[in-house]
Structure formats: structure tokens, C-alpha cells
């Protein structure tokens, strides 16, 4: 939300520069309309993070044609005309980087190309048990939950987005906050009931770009580790951040 206030912010000013620069001839009416966005957001901190009071000093900020627009860019779906274009990860070429497992959230949401690969030491027990056949069915449902949920959010998964995140990941796959799940008997079942999950009416084409970021992910399998690593991390980080949210560590299966 602050991200699509600040883009919407400078893409106002932008526009009322055009319009001042082929009216500079014209009058101009005198009121709180004429100001500039940034001049009546003035009082407002829009780098800390915005809350409803602070939202509503916003909406109040804004003129009715600015709320119509905004209202009209939401309502269908435009929010990339006022976003600044999110490439995914899994298309860059870089290497992800290996870290240890720590309860420091700055340390998990730092920015990299690729998320960092988590060293985690399985125990030595598990090693020898048999891992039942349905767990790679499972795997490509979370992949395409956290693909989804990287689409939704414009590629910013923590901070205040941290729960919005994880309630993306575990509506697509309940199996993350869950150690019960149903049981798959093929991939193709396991995306139907994620893409059921998400939302029975999605279009062909927002399918077919979920299943494309399902297929860059697989191509490497250092992608499908770093895709893993990072819904441990948002499960990890939301516990640090809000131990109110009602998730404890072995609450979920990764």
C-alpha cells in the first residue's frame, strides 16, 4: 500500500507539471485543489509504515477526481500503471547465496537477485526414512503458492506485508500451516486444487504466467532451494515480527 501511494504520489506530480506546462497561460483557481499531492501529504510520513489512521489521512489528502482514479486503477486491476515493474528472481541469472538460520529478521529480508538458501542440518535420522510419494505433488502446489504470492505483492513479501504473504502461501497450499494435508497423486492435481484455492475464476492468462514462473523455477534446482528457503523465512520472520499472529514454529511443515 505505501509503495502504490508513493507511485501514485509521483505520478500526479508528474501529470500536474504536464498540465502546468500547456496551461501556463491559463489561470489557475486558488484552492486545495490546485496544490500538489506532495504538498498536501506534507504532514504525513509515508516512509514509516502506514497504518489505518495514517490511510486515512491520505484518502482525505486526495481530490475527488485523484479518488475516482485510484478507485477506477484498483477496481480493474491496473495497480502496474502506478507500480514500478517487479522482475522476478527466478528470471535473473545470479547465484543465490548460502546463510544460516537466524531469528534476525533484517538479516532474512535483505535484498538479493535471488533469496538466500538456507543451511539448514536435517537430523540424521530422517535421512533414512522414506519420503512418501506424494511430497513432490506438494512441493509444485507451495511453488505455485509462493509465485502467486509474489505476484500479488510486486515482489515485497516482508515487512507490513508479511502477513498478507504468508495468508497468500497457506491459501494456495494449506500444507504450510499444516502438518495434515490432502494427499496428491499427481502434479497436475496438486496445481488444480492451488489454483482452486487462489481463485476459481482466475483468467487463462494469469494461469499460464503462474505456471511459466512454476517452470523457471524448476529449471534449476538452486532456484527451487532458494523458493523453499524464502516461505521458511516469511513463516520465520511473521513469528519474530507478530508472535500474536497465531503461528508457532511447528505450527508449519517446513
Known amino acids: 500500500m505505501q509503495r502504490i501511494v508513493q ?10 507539471l504536464k498540465v502546468h506546462d500547456e496551461n501556463s497561460d491559463m489561470d489557475m483557481n486558488k484552492n486545495d485543489a490546485d496544490a500538489s499531492l506532495a ?3 506534507a504532514g504525513v510520513d509515508l516512509d514509516a509504515e502506514i497504518d489505518d489512521d495514517k490511510m486515512v489521512k491520505i484518502w482525505e489528502a486526495l481530490t475527488e477526481k485523484e479518488r475516482e482514479e485510484f478507485t477506477s486503477l484498483v477496481n480493474r486491476q491496473q495497480i502496474d500503471a502506478i507500480l514500478t515493474p517487479w522482475k522476478p528472481w527466478w528470471y535473473e541469472s545470479e547465484k543465490p547465496e548460502i546463510s544460516e538460520i537466524t531469528n534476525d529478521v533484517s538479516e532474512q529480508t535483505k535484498k538479493s537477485a535471488i533469496p538466500p538458501v538456507l543451511a539448514i542440518g536435517a537430523p540424521v535420522q530422517t535421512l533414512t526414512q522414506k519420503v512418501h510419494p506424494s511430497v513432490i505433488f506438494q512441493l509444485a502446489q507451495i511453488s505455485l503458492a509462493y509465485v502467486y504470492m509474489m505476484r500479488h505483492l510486486n515482489g515485497e513479501p516482508y515487512g507490513s506485508n508479511l502477513p498478507v504473504a504468508f495468508t497468500d502461501i497457506i491459501t494456495a497450499s494449506p500444507l504450510v500451516a499444516s502438518k495434515v494435508s490432502e494427499i496428491y497423486n499427481s502434479t497436475h492435481e496438486a ?3 492451488g489454483f482452486c484455492n487462489i481463485d ?3 483468467s487463462i492468462a494469469s494461469k499460464c504466467t503462474l505456471l511459466s514462473d512454476l517452470l523457471a523455477i524448476y529449471s534449476k534446482s538452486m532456484y527451487v532451494a532458494a523458493m523453499v528457503s524464502e516461505v521458511y ?3 520465520n520472520s511473521l ?6 499472529f497465531g503461528l508457532k514454529n511447528d505450527d508449519y511443515i517446513l
Open 191 to 193: 496445481l488444480l486444487v
Open 39 to 41: 504538498e498536501r501529504l
Open 239 to 244: 513469528i519474530s515480527q507478530d508472535p500474536n
Open 200 to 202: 476459481e475464476t482466475m
Open 233 to 235: 523465512s516469511i513463516a
Open 7 to 16: 507511485q501514485y504520489q509521483n505520478q500526479i506530480d508528474q501529470d500536474s
